[in-house]
């Protein structure tokens, strides 16, 4: 059974851009969830959907979003980066999210100059 | 607010030696907890959970934790550790309100001396 995949794995982008990254999660998994890695900071939480809904979301700006797909598919969005955006994003995923476990994928290391 | 508390930033044992990683919590109710475990580089990987019932918990690679209510605790044990277990642990707490998200603690860096 596949793991949970995400998509770049690394990528660089300057300030005021905006970034994209991907994650597919296991199959039959319907919560998606995203984590935000940083040495300061630790394991914050961003954002997580179920069936097309958003039903949590962390304490973060409006420039960071998400969705979730019809296949269960998320992709979430930074936009207007800053340098202190620069961190690991871990994408999670679980068959409907609290009660079961959650399954982490390697990440997409984002690094803004 | 509901908090996880890893004390221990750093910790160093010899290979053969036993191994306790302290993990405390902050929940209203007994959370659904978990360790994970992250090698440079990578992903989180579950090391293992509990829910409900024994509160004594096998995991992989030889990892047991045992929740102890009163004292809001889960603690990581391995009797022997080896040099690949050389890695960055994390404790979380996934609420039981429906918020559907996990909190985790900052991490605690294992290093094995050979």
């Known amino acids: 059974k596949a793991g949970v995949t995400q998509t770049p794995r690394y990528l660089i982008k300057t300030r005021g851009q905006q970034v994209t990254l991907s994650c597919s999660p296991i199959?039959?998994?319907?919560?998606v969830s995203w984590y935000q890695q940083t040495p300061g900071q630790g394991l914050q939480f961003l954002f997580e959907?179920?069936?097309?809904?958003?039903?949590n979301k962390g304490n973060f700006p409006g420039r960071f979003s998400g969705r979730q797909f019809s296949n269960s598919r998320s992709e979430m969005n930074v936009s207007t980066l800053e340098l202190g955006d620069s961190a690991l994003y871990l994408c999670?995923?679980?068959?409907?999210?609290?009660?079961?476990?959650?399954?982490f994928g390697e990440g997409s290391w984002l690094t803004v100059v | 607010a509901q908090s996880v508390t890893q004390p221990d930033i750093h910790i160093t044992v010899s290979e053969g030696a036993s191994l306790e990683l302290r993990c405390n919590y902050s929940y209203g109710a007994t959370p659904y907890l978990f360790w994970y475990v992250q090698s440079p580089g990578q992903g989180l990987q579950l090391l293992l959970k509990y829910f409900s019932g024994d509160t004594l918990v096998q995991g992989i690679k030889g990892f047991e934790a045992e929740f102890k209510r009163s004292q809001s605790s889960f603690n990581l044990r391995k009797p022997s550790v080896h040099w690949s277990d050389a890695a960055e642990y994390f404790c979380?707490?996934?609420?039981?309100?429906?918020?559907?998200?996990?909190?985790f603690g900052t991490g605690t860096r294992l290093k094995v001396l050979a």
């Open positions: 979380a707490v996934g609420e039981t309100s429906g918020t559907y998200k996990y909190i």
């Open positions: 199959s039959g998994h319907r919560s």
């Open positions: 959907y179920f069936s097309e809904t958003q039903r």
């Open positions: 999670a995923s679980s068959l409907t999210g609290i009660g079961n476990t959650i399954y």
